[in-house]
DNA sequence: AAGGCGCATTGAGAAAAATCAATTTTGACT
DNA sequence: AGTCAAAATTGATTTTTCTCAATGCGCCTT
């Protein structure tokens, strides 16, 4: 575990005789790990489990920008920016490296090894916040969810049941719904028996159909 | 104008005595400078005019990802994938340097400015990919109409009436809504005097009325 | 100047989603 | 096991948005 590679094919040993300094945290369900205006002085990756970057739209309303899982990075708009650009707040159990920015500057100049790995994540990052504009600009709540519901599972391959930290509100703030109509679908995904749900975990048991609605528009023309 | 940097500081003739091919492009309303799938040769700078990023869902439904201004760079998603993930449409009569990816590849592997430059662009995408996406996921239509043109004014300061070469259904694509619906607030705006618009030339009228309509949320608490 | 075409607008009705207000379920703690 | 608080669900209603269909307008061609 420890001496796997957790950055730029790069393992903590490594980083850590380069002069990066690499610290191991573990965080449960809750904790901040930055808030957005903070100063930002650390990047992370993600090792285990689950985080989300949320931002708050000036009347108080939260969004969820983009959820992370095992191998993502957070926190590396630090680069540009002298501030967090969201808050980042864990889901679920996690262990994450942290990273001192101002280091990994500095590495990334000299490696372009580094440099080179950095520009694909956030590539990475922008592909996955292009699909989301995709779903939010083009598909309606039931297609939304069905999308996701599929997309989570592959984070987790070859495992029937799913964690599954994510509650009613976070889906909502992510899929743009509010919580009762995210409430109202799941519970139909749940008597078709589409899904299952139970304690944080969840089991698509017919991902035909959950790909099919994930797929449909508005009206059903079959041409 | 010839000599203005284009690119990573650096401009037309330097990035030649770099050994890179950079050829200007005249393009106009309409032209395709790529589509969805072609495999990506060339990156591109927009040094004036405007584009489109279009991405299509299978249902032939088509969003517009990410509108782009003077200044802005595109194509470069061909530095990690083979093949460009969306097509790329002018929408006004625009100049363009195109530039060799392949070689591009090489230069930013020599110089770490060009590298930073790229990494940099990306992280300005990334930005406002997530603003969209907080626009998409937690605002209603006469809001995020209202931001959108008020963000568009801001590229281009100091200017009475501005270029506006967006169609009903370009907005609607990129703002996730129905053509209809557009058409209807920006009847409303017109109506209330806060914008005026003539032959593809946008004026408006009372910046601080969109401004108060883009920052309030559906139902309208003065606390 | 007349005709025609593409785009924008408008209207009416239906569908989707949000809101507000209970109620039920769940999970944690004693 | 029993109580409590938080979270999820459900229901009723309103608001928002979409759809479909018709009409209007501007611009280009002839």
Redesign the pocket.
């Known amino acids: 575990m420890r001496d796997r590679s957790i950055f730029a094919g790069l393992n903590t040993e490594e980083l850590r005789s380069l002069g990066m300094e690499v610290q191991d945290i573990a965080c449960h369900q809750g904790d901040v790990l930055y808030r957005k205006g903070d100063s930002a002085r650390h990047a992370y990756t993600l090792r285990t489990g689950a985080v989300k970057l949320v931002k708050s739209l000036e009347n108080g309303r939260e969004v969820i920008i983009r959820l992370l899982h095992r191998g993502d990075l957070l926190g590396f708009e630090g680069m540009q920016d002298a501030q967090h650009r969201h808050a980042a707040i864990v889901l679920a159990p996690s262990q994450l490296c942290r990273l001192d920015l101002a280091e990994l500057q500095r590495l990334s100049e000299r490696l372009p090894k580094v440099q080179e790995a950095i520009r694909q994540r956030w590539q990475q990052a922008l592909q996955s916040s292009e699909d989301h504009i995709m779903e939010l600009g083009a ?6 969810l069905a999308t996701f519901l599929l997309q989570w599972a592959e984070h987790y391959p070859r495992l029937r049941s799913l964690p599954f930290p ?7 703030a992510f899929l ?13 995904f ?2 078709h028996a589409f899904i299952q ?4 975990h969840l089991e698509i048991l017919a991902p035909q159909s959950l790909a099919e609605l994930a797929g449909k ?3 059903h ?1 079959p041409d």
Chains 1, 2 share one sequence.
Do not use: C, F, N
């Open positions: 598909k309606r709540a039931e297609a939304r994510l509650s009613r509100p976070d889906l909502a743009g719904l509010s919580t009762e109509h995210v409430s109202r679908i799941m519970a139909d749940k008597r749900e139970q304690r944080g528009w508005p009206d023309k």
